[in-house]
């Protein structure tokens, strides 16, 4: 009988302690959004896109020749620099700063907005995601 009364009481607390609490996807995506590491994570990937597309290095060629469930592994730039080199790729020290840059930056966001840590991987992609940008053609 005791146990039925103090089961409320334990809910309750469990509740204020916020193990139950939800993460406001909308609070959450702005502080991403205004967060330095957040910019720095876009505009490097950006900066990755262009340079593929002027042919400083192919990521089809990245593709081909590197083993993807190292590269996760890697934690320092001298890191990313000796396993492209090793792998071949033409343009693999620009790559090897591009990624660790991005990986850096989001490491970063990740420990600045400890919130980031709670919610599905699915939707930590979903707020990673860049906002659209409106193009103006002529």
Do not use: W
Request: hydrophobic share 40%.
């Amino acid at each position: 009988m005791k146990k039925l009364l103090f089961a409320p009481l334990v809910f309750l607390l469990f509740v204020k302690l916020g193990y139950c609490q939800s993460v406001d996807m909308a609070t959450l995506r702005e502080k991403v959004r205004h967060n330095k590491n957040y910019i720095i994570y876009t505009n490097t990937i950006d900066e990755t896109v262009k340079a593929s597309l002027n042919k400083e290095f192919s990521l089809n060629e990245v593709g081909a020749k590197v083993d993807k469930s190292k590269v996760g592994k890697l934690q320092t730039l001298q890191e990313f620099k000796d396993f492209y080199r090793k792998a071949g790729v033409k343009g693999g020290d620009r790559l090897a700063a591009l990624q660790y840059k991005i990986s850096y930056s989001l490491k970063a966001l990740i420990r600045d907005i400890p919130e980031l840590k709670k919610i599905p991987k699915a939707q930590f992609n979903e707020l990673l995601k860049p906002p659209r940008r409106v193009v103006k053609t002529r």
